[in-house]
């Protein structure tokens, strides 16, 4: 009998290898048709892109290009699709994706060199860079005034690292989110905080007092956001990255980035001519 | 290889924990991790003692305070105190007291008061429960002697008590440097902060995660057999009926 167990187990772990190798090589698309299911992984907290709203519903600018790229399967696939939205964290992203528990990482994922090592980014859909959150009236304008301040972080993010490595005479206060990092700065536990300029505009607009804070720096790294999947996909890369390539193309991309960042928008944000050409120069021929 | 049945390929490269700057963030979250506990320790233990004695001494108004004291904090959770003691004690303060903070690593002791003073109601209630179980007949005595309360409490009741509360007393002072390691949350840069840290720079998760479970089990077991030698050397011969206890 317990012979029997022994041999129970190790049958079940074999047809747990098995399976889960099949499922390892199993297409994204392929994946989505079986299911029914497209699953995304979002943010509740990174306004304008990724966030819950005022009623209480997820939205933001990443979640709606996100919503193009689900048209974009459904016409591939021919078949209804639901679209499903996942809670993911810089820490947990790229672990769900891995493990199949989400399809596409929309959000605010930087792409870089060491993450595609990991997983395969869609072409960029933002480009912003690391800059500095301060008190109207602030002395620091930018990295040459940020020796022996409290500068806060968010823990594990790309511009922290930029900041432990090059600006070593600043005094780094790591959070783990940022609703925690601008509670900080409002009550002054803080000389600055430090985050891609765009979700430091959003938090300025997010807060009572948005004329009371100013965004100030010039880009201590480059940030261009890229949609996350899986590694080697190549066929579902091409859905996503021709959803992104024709929103461009045929304008939509321009109303969203307007609903979201024109003067009405919810983080007033200009587009800049480099970024427009740089958006269409990513546009490949039909 | 192990981790191929996750689905995910996996390479372990435990040289990461050696090498710089990796090794220099560990042992820098070590030292905080140790400088939080024993200070916060030391804070707890001193409010153990004052409270759990004042919840046992036959006097209401005494008793009611430390019962409030001990209900209100340990019924909260630690990470609730931690916000609390963060975000809003300091808030209170007069704005030099707390501009001093803030140029002195609020942080930190903002970690140190919410810990101390939680693990002080749950010391406090070992403690009360240790002297609870001394024979009501040891006060009577002490009293009847000519001592007033405060000296029986001082040279009869609270050494036997402090001897009777060694087991569950380590048990509290193993969660209190567990417990540090939710002063990440704060933006202290503690054992499993630098692990945290390690991770997200190296992508070498399993290793930098393991090293941190090492060291807390490493620094656990030294607390407990400290903790079993002072219970062996401070016993009072005949005092506690014993069962034949493994010598260590």
């Known amino acids: 009998m317990k012979r029997f167990g022994f041999i129970f187990l190790l049958a079940l772990l074999v047809a747990a290898l098995a399976g889960t190798s099949f499922a390892q090589v199993q297409p994204t698309l392929e994946k989505i048709k079986t299911s029914g299911v497209f699953t995304i992984g979002v943010r509740n907290g990174s306004p304008p892109f990724s966030f819950i709203n005022k009623q209480n519903e997820r939205a933001g600018f990443s979640n ?3 919503e193009l790229v689900h048209k974009a399967i459904e016409k591939k696939l021919e ?5 499903e939205m996942k809670e993911t964290s810089p820490t947990t992203r790229i672990p769900l994706l891995t493990s199949m528990a989400v399809d596409l990482v929309t959000e605010t994922m930087t792409d870089t060199r060491a993450r595609r090592d990991s997983v395969d980014f869609s072409l960029t859909f933002f480009v912003t860079g690391a800059d500095f959150i301060v008190k109207k009236g602030s002395p620091i304008k ?17 511009n922290e690292r930029v900041l432990r490595e090059k600006y070593t005479q600043a005094q780094l206060v790591s959070f783990p989110d940022q609703a925690a990092a601008f509670m900080a700065l409002q009550q002054g536990k803080l000389d600055a905080y430090c985050n891609d300029a765009i979700q430091l505009w959003g938090l300025k607009y997010k807060s009572a007092t948005p004329d009371q804070w100013v965004v100030v720096g010039d880009w201590i790294s480059y940030e261009p956001y890229g949609m996350a999947m899986r590694k080697n996909d190549s066929d579902f890369r091409a859905v996503v990255n021709n959803a992104l390539m024709e929103a461009i193309e045929g304008g939509e991309y321009f109303k969203l980035y307007d609903k979201w960042f024109g003067t009405k928008g919810e983080v007033p944000y200009p587009m800049s001519q480099a970024f427009k050409s740089f958006l269409l120069y990513q546009v490949v021929p039909k | 290889m192990f981790f191929g049945f996750l689905g995910m390929t996996y390479e372990f490269k435990w040289s990461v924990l050696w090498t710089q700057p ?3 963030w560990l042992i820098d979250g070590l030292l905080t991790t140790l400088r939080l506990a024993s200070i916060s320790w030391c804070i707890a233990i001193f409010f153990g003692i004052i409270f759990g004695a004042m919840r046992t001494v036959p006097f209401r108004p005494v008793r009611a305070i430390a019962t409030f004291y001990v209900e209100f904090f340990r019924n909260v959770p630690l990470l609730v105190w931690l916000f609390f003691w963060y975000f809003g004690a300091p808030e209170a303060f007069p704005e030099v007291i ?8 609020i942080e930190f002791w903002s970690a140190v008061a919410a810990i101390s003073v939680y693990h002080g109601a749950r010391f406090a209630e070992v403690i009360r429960a ?3 179980a001394i024979p009501r007949t040891q006060l009577e005595a002490g009293l009847s002697s000519g001592l007033s309360v405060v000296a029986t409490y001082r040279l009869i009741i609270i050494p036997i008590a402090l001897r009777l509360i060694v087991p569950p ?12 390691s939710l002063a990440m949350t704060i933006g202290v840069a503690e054992l499993t902060f630098a692990a945290r840290q390690v991770e997200t720079y190296s992508a070498k998760a399993v290793e930098a995660l393991t090293s941190a479970a090492l060291i807390y089990l490493v620094f656990c077991l030294s607390i407990s057999s400290v903790m079993n030698w002072i219970e062996a050397k401070f016993a009072i011969p005949g005092l506690i009926a014993r069962g034949a206890r493994a010598e260590h």
């Open chain 1, 64 to 66: 709606d290009l996100a």
């Open chain 1, 142 to 158: 930018g990295t040459k005034d940020i020796a022996g301040k409290r500068i806060g972080t968010q823990q594990g993010s790309t």
């Open chain 2, 22 to 24: 990796y090794l220099t």
């Open chain 2, 98 to 105: 707390r501009q001093w903070f803030i140029r002195h690593g």
């Open chain 1, 79 to 83: 078949k209804q699709i639901k679209l």
């Open chain 2, 169 to 180: 007393a380590t048990n509290e002072s193993l969660n209190l440097l567990k417990n540090t």
């Open chain 2, 130 to 132: 240790g002297i609870q």
